[in-house]
């Protein structure tokens, strides 16, 4: 399954860490824009399935915190995010609209590709955590039949 660029920052932006945005807030900040709706925290159901692919049952629910914004050039970004953090949701609608413009090289090189770089070694980082805990379990067989 195919993802699109979009597809692929906004999952970036949703999975950063709010201190790795705040040194583009400024940036972010510069244009103009309007709430259309300001930052706003919700919870959502979380739906898991068995196995991957069996029948579907609810996990549970979890806090979400959303916002969109406008820039005066009529983009409009979108942020929906785990967690109730206004200002992160604030700054990833504005990332979101900014890479939407005719220029949006800038915003992949400098934001979106350092936090996917920060993301991929956490997640190396935890991925290595979790195998050091690994145990083998094995069954040794008895010579009776």
């Known amino acids: ?19 790795e945005l705040q040194p583009f807030e400024a940036a972010l900040k510069d244009a103009e824009y309007q709430l259309i709706r300001a930052p ?6 979380v739906r898991g399935r068995m196995g991957g ?15 969109v914004v406008r820039l005066a050039d009529g983009r409009t970004g979108y942020s929906y995010l785990a967690g ?9 609608a504005l990332a979101d609209a900014h890479l939407q413009g005719t220029q949006p090289s800038l ?5 979106i590709t350092s936090l996917a770089t920060a993301q991929a070694q956490r997640r190396a980082q935890k991925e290595a955590d979790t195998a050091a805990t690994k145990v083998e379990f094995f069954t040794l067989v008895r010579g009776e039949n």
Do not use: Y
């Not at 692919?53 to 916002?67: H, K, Q």
């Not at 915003?107 to 934001?111: E, I, P, V, Y």
């Open 84 to 92: 109730r953090d206004k200002l992160h949701a604030e700054l990833a």
């Open 107 to 111: 915003w992949l090189s400098d934001l």
């Open 53 to 67: 692919d069996g029948a579907a049952f609810n996990v549970g629910e979890m806090s979400v915190t959303r916002c």
């Open 1 to 19: 399954m195919s993802v699109s660029p979009r597809q692929h920052w906004i999952g970036v932006l949703a999975r950063a860490q709010l201190n």
């Open 40 to 45: 706003e925290i919700g919870m959502t159901l």
